[in-house]
């Protein structure tokens, strides 16, 4: 079943010709596409319909635009008449670019204007100032409220104005008359020229320039990275120096929590490997076990390759938890190997029993670790979908890591170790080399 609402003029406050239809779905488990096929499906109907401009959006789960275009790209201008200029030819590149199928401005020109231009010295040889030609419009047209009268115990308002009749054409306008100085009625018709302009209804600044915000939506198996790249490009070859862009709505959530993440990452590494030097007491043994993290994360990117999913919050975030989840087989087989070669072991022999005696435990909890992901990576449950690359990055990054971690830590411990002793083996020969000398 679907439920829809739908609400004439919502989200344009000057305009009454445009509104939303807003589909509420039916239970997953009770309809057989999901809803990133029924949109798809959506959009390709309306497509082709004529008499107006339709595009197919999806209510985001993360972030504070709701109801919007994911791609919100916005034009600052220095002035409206540049950027009146602009916008359109900055529309038209972004309508032929594959990345978008749906692109509209929300600076419009569709409001109908009616200029009036002055003819100064005609109406200063006919005695007539600016002034009262001003005067004479404001009273006929503006609607202005002049005075109050109290009649039978109720109030009404004195307003100026012609009446509809008079006022419904543009050419009503020159049938008003204006007095001059010597308290001849002039025809406005004799004074002025009319003229039929379009304006913009509403005018927009952001950043306190005068702006315009492109809104697209994304072709199928496009993102918004791809949408906000294709924009800058755009911008590149429409736009002079004298204009400025920025971001809005989900394409700014979208590059916001972008570099927050990454700079949770960063934080994350530099966590664990402080806490792994506190415990090992050491700043070589957490390094090696740092090994493994990008090995899982190669993991995590091949896994979203392989399967067609994007790298968003959901997998950054899932790529975040495997710095947590990965280091753990490397601090199994580092700390063992330590207490094996404390017990005064070669290296080599160290971390073979190490990877041999480790291997049963960290197959264990790699393989509950990818189980207990497994239903958000097959979306099993409601508003699950959205968290599908999280699970896949996970799971991807847990096996691939997994594997490569039991070869490639032993490895680098190894390598690593020897060059310790060694160290070691050279400080003795030179004390020794001391003591001889005294």
């Known amino acids: 079943a679907i439920i829809s609402v739908t609400s004439p003029g919502y989200g344009a406050a000057s305009s009454v010709n445009s509104g939303f239809m807003?589909?509420?779905?039916?239970?997953?488990?009770?309809?057989?596409?999901?809803?990133?096929e029924i949109a798809d499906d959506f959009s390709e109907v309306v497509r082709n319909l004529g008499?107006?401009?339709v595009f197919v959006s999806q209510e985001q789960s993360i972030g504070r635009s709701r109801g919007r275009l994911p791609v919100q790209y916005v034009l600052e201008a220095p002035n409206f008449e540049k950027l009146r200029e602009v916008l359109p030819k900055f529309v038209d590149a972004a309508q032929k670019d594959p990345?978008?199928?749906?692109?509209?401005?929300?600076?419009?020109?569709?409001?109908?204007?009616?200029?009036?231009h002055i003819d100064r010295e005609r109406a200063r040889s006919l005695g007539v100032s600016v002034l009262d030609i001003a005067q004479t419009l404001q009273l006929a047209l503006s609607e202005q409220?002049?005075?109050?009268?109290?009649?039978?115990?109720?109030?009404?308002?004195?307003?100026?104005?012609?009446?509809?009749?008079?006022?419904?054409?543009?050419?009503?306008?020159?049938?008003?008359?204006?007095?001059?100085?010597?308290?001849?009625?002039?025809?406005?018709?004799?004074l002025v020229?009319?003229?039929?302009?379009?304006?913009?209804?509403?005018?927009?600044?952001?950043?306190?320039?005068?702006?315009?915000?492109?809104s697209a939506g994304l072709a199928r198996g496009r993102t918004i990275g791809e949408g906000i790249v294709a924009m800058d490009r755009i911008a590149q070859e429409v736009?002079?120096?004298?204009?400025?862009?920025?971001?809005?709505?989900?394409?700014?959530?979208?590059?916001e929590s972008s570099s927050n993440l990454m700079f949770a990452f960063v934080?994350?590494?530099?966590?664990?490997?402080?806490?792994?030097?506190?415990q090992f007491e050491s700043f070589r043994d957490p390094l090696i076990i740092m090994f493994s993290v990008p090995l899982a994360l190669a993991g995590a990117l091949f896994a979203l390759w392989y399967f067609n999913q994007t790298l968003n919050i959901f997998s950054q975030i899932g790529q975040i938890m495997l710095i947590g989840l990965i280091t753990k087989n490397g601090i199994l087989m580092v700390e063992f190997a330590n207490q094996r070669k404390a017990a005064?072991?070669?290296?080599?022999?160290?971390?073979?029993?190490?990877?041999?005696?480790?291997?049963?435990?960290?197959?264990?909890?790699?393989?509950?670790?990818?189980?207990?992901?497994?239903?958000?990576?097959?979306?099993?449950?409601?508003?699950?979908?959205?968290?599908?690359?999280?699970?896949?990055?996970?799971?991807?990054?847990?096996?691939?890591?997994?594997?490569?971690?039991?070869?490639?830590?032993?490895?680098?411990?190894?390598?690593?170790?020897?060059?310790?002793?060694?160290?070691?083996?050279?400080?003795?020969?030179?004390?020794?080399?001391?003591l001889e000398g005294r």
């Open 22 to 36: 807003r589909i509420i779905l039916s239970d997953p488990d009770t309809r057989e596409r999901s809803q990133q």
């Open 51 to 53: 008499g107006a401009r």
């Open 99 to 116: 990345v978008f199928q749906f692109v509209d401005a929300d600076l419009k020109f569709n409001k109908p204007e009616l200029r009036i």
């Open 145 to 190: 409220r002049f005075d109050f009268f109290i009649m039978n115990g109720k109030q009404y308002q004195v307003i100026g104005q012609l009446t509809r009749q008079q006022r419904d054409e543009p050419v009503d306008l020159r049938s008003i008359y204006v007095k001059n100085i010597r308290g001849e009625l002039i025809q406005l018709d004799n």
């Open 193 to 214: 020229t009319l003229s039929e302009e379009s304006s913009a209804p509403q005018l927009y600044r952001f950043n306190r320039f005068v702006s315009a915000t492109v």
């Open 239 to 255: 736009l002079d120096e004298t204009f400025r862009t920025d971001l809005d709505g989900p394409s700014k959530d979208f590059v």
């Open 267 to 278: 934080l994350a590494l530099i966590f664990i490997y402080l806490v792994l030097a506190a």
């Open 344 to 434: 005064g072991l070669p290296v080599m022999e160290a971390i073979r029993d190490a990877a041999a005696a480790r291997f049963r435990p960290i197959l264990m909890t790699s393989i509950s670790t990818i189980l207990g992901i497994l239903p958000i990576a097959l979306a099993l449950g409601a508003g699950s979908e959205s968290r599908i690359p999280m699970g896949i990055a996970v799971i991807g990054g847990m096996t691939i890591g997994t594997v490569l971690t039991l070869f490639v830590v032993p490895a680098i411990y190894s390598y690593v170790s020897r060059e310790g002793v060694k160290m070691v083996e050279i400080e003795k020969l030179i004390a020794e080399e001391e």
